[in-house]
Antibody
Framework: QLQLQESGPGLVKPSETLSLICSVS??????????WGWIRQPPGKGLEWIGS???????YDNPSLKSRLTMSVDTSKNQFSLKLSSVTAADTAVYYC?????????????WGQGTLVTVSS | QSALTQPASVSGSPGQSITISCTGT?????????VSWYQQHPGKAPKLMIY???NRPSGVSNRFSGSKSGNTASLTISGLQAEDEGDYYC???????????FGGGTKVTVL
């Protein structure tokens, strides 16, 4: 059974960089044709797609975050990661990593449990 | 790009049917059959309920069905049960550079 688990600091200071890792078990990132995704949800609000990454490093990025967003893959560890720079309070959210149902990265059927990241001094 | 438009809340009695709408544009909902629906319970990750407008993943009850007409997609829950309470989000591929749009979410209450 595929499982995804987010990890990273729960508190980040304004203007610093938010860094998260998604660890995948039960399946290989590099042996599948999926664009692995990141989605976030501010407290009490709706979902926002952040971006998606293929095991080769090819990415799709949300234009509203693109200038601050870096995604990468570590196939040796079966992980992919997210870095969001120059964070503000507006970046406070539960961050999810997810795998799409098919090779098209438009809908996700495996999700991590989510990790809350708070931006505060 | 603006999120897809959903009603803030929908309610119904046990056994009834309810429908949640999701309105977009010809660049997203109306132009492609990549509409999906998610159910989310408090403190939990979203769960995929419908993909490609009307397909159900295995394990999802057939009480959940999806459809689309023009720029509006709909999720219908028939035979409403207490466990159906939660938040529901629609999502769609968009031909804009954003790629994936979500709706603002609809809170379903079982009376």
């Amino acid at each position: 059974q595929l499982q995804l688990q987010e990890s990273g600091p729960g508190l980040v200071k304004p203007s610093e960089t938010l860094s998260l890792i998604c660890s995948v078990s039960g399946g290989s990132i590099s042996r599948s044709s999926y664009y692995w995704g990141w989605i976030r949800q501010p407290p009490g609000k709706g979902l926002e797609w952040i971006g998606s990454i293929y095991y080769t490093g090819s990415t799709y990025d949300n234009p509203s975050l693109k200038s601050r967003l870096t995604m990468s893959v570590d196939t040796s560890k079966n992980q992919f990661s997210l870095k969001l720079s120059s964070v503000t309070a507006a970046d406070t959210a539960v961050y999810y990593c997810a795998r799409p149902r098919t090779g098209t990265p438009y809908y996700f059927d495996y999700w991590g449990q989510g990790t809350l990241v708070t931006v505060s001094s | 790009q603006s999120a897809l438009t959903q009603p803030a809340s929908v309610s119904g009695s046990p056994g009834q049917s309810i429908t949640i709408s999701c309105t977009g544009t010809s660049s997203d909902v109306g132009g492609y059959n990549y509409v999906s629906w998610y159910q989310q319970h408090p403190g939990k990750a979203p769960k995929l309920m419908i993909y490609e407008v009307s397909n159900r993943p295995s394990g999802v009850s057939n009480r959940f069905s999806g459809s689309k007409s023009g720029n509006t997609a709909s999720l219908t829950i028939s035979g409403l049960q207490a466990e159906d309470e939660g938040d529901y989000y629609c999502s769609s591929y968009t031909s804009s550079s954003t790629l994936v749009l979500f709706g603002g979410g609809t809170k379903v209450t079982v009376l």
